[in-house]
T-cell receptor, first 113, second 116 residues
Framework: DGGITQSPKYLFRKEGQNVTLSCEQN?????MYWYRQDPGQGLRLIYY???????QKGDIAEGYSVSREKKESFPLTVTSAQKNPTAFYLC????????????FGQGTRLTVV | AQKVTQAQTEISVVEKEDVTLDCVYE???????LFWYKQPPSGELVFLIR??????QNEISGRYSWNFQKSTSSFNFTITASQVVDSAVYFC?????????????FGKGTHLIIQP
């Protein structure tokens, strides 16, 4: 079945530690996105990528990094520079040139302990 | 800059009542796309509908209907004869004519509670 897979579902991070969230899609979509969701804040764009080896900062990129070495994969690293990383993270993909709807993964809930 | 406003933070109704979720958007693009998503407690966003700016026809899908009015920059969502399974957070989103490469701009969501 085609879709987007995020892992892990739950992640705990210690202060000062970098963690990487995985996002894989087999929909052959060119664009991929990372969103952060906080209670009452809706979804805010962290990073997006239109093609392999290229990505752009979204509205809240500080403290995060990404890579796009393969079309299918768009991992997000939450670095120690992100002061308030506890949130729900959602990965999405779509055909950006066709302006289709975005398909979302099941999300990763990150908690700082 | 694009903006989506969902003024209703939370709505609570009794099962079988009709309920309308409001969405107002702002964009300078002449071509744009509007979306509605449902987020159940599991967290994954489920796509409901996509509408482009040139198609102002209202759409009905079962108990769901959408009213797109360009004159008021609104794209409202109505659930008829609501059911407990409709309880979720609903997001309205907007994508501009740039191909959507910069992602979707989301509203803050409306938490819909359907009481039995």
């Amino acid at each position: 079945d085609g879709g987007i897979t995020q892992s892990p579902k739950y992640l705990f991070r210690k202060e000062g530690q970098n963690v990487t969230l995985s996002c894989e899609q087999n929909l052959n979509h060119d664009a991929m996105y990372w969103y952060r969701q906080d209670p009452g804040q809706g979804l805010r764009l962290i990073y997006y990528s239109q093609i392999v080896n290229d990505f752009q900062k979204g509205d809240i990129a500080e403290g995060y990094s990404v890579s796009r070495e393969k079309k299918e994969s768009f991992p997000l690293t939450v670095t120690s520079a992100q002061k308030n990383p506890t949130a729900f993270y959602l990965c999405a993909s779509r055909h950006y040139s066709l302006n289709t709807e975005a398909f979302f993964g099941q999300g990763t809930r990150l908690t700082v302990v | 800059a694009q903006k989506v406003t969902q003024a209703q933070t939370e709505i609570s109704v009794v099962e079988k009542e009709d309920v309308t979720l409001d969405c107002v958007y702002e964009t300078r693009d002449t071509t744009y796309y509007l979306f509605w998503y449902k987020q159940p407690p599991s967290g994954e966003l489920v796509f409901l509908i996509r509408r482009n700016s040139f198609d102002e026809q209202n759409e009905i899908s079962g108990r769901y209907s959408w009213n797109f009015q360009k004159s008021t920059s609104s794209f409202n969502f109505t659930i008829t004869a609501s059911q407990v399974v409709d309880s979720a957070v609903y997001f309205c989103a907007l994508s501009g004519q740039g191909g959507g490469a910069d992602g979707l701009t989301f509203g803050k969501g409306t938490h819909l509670i359907i009481q039995p």
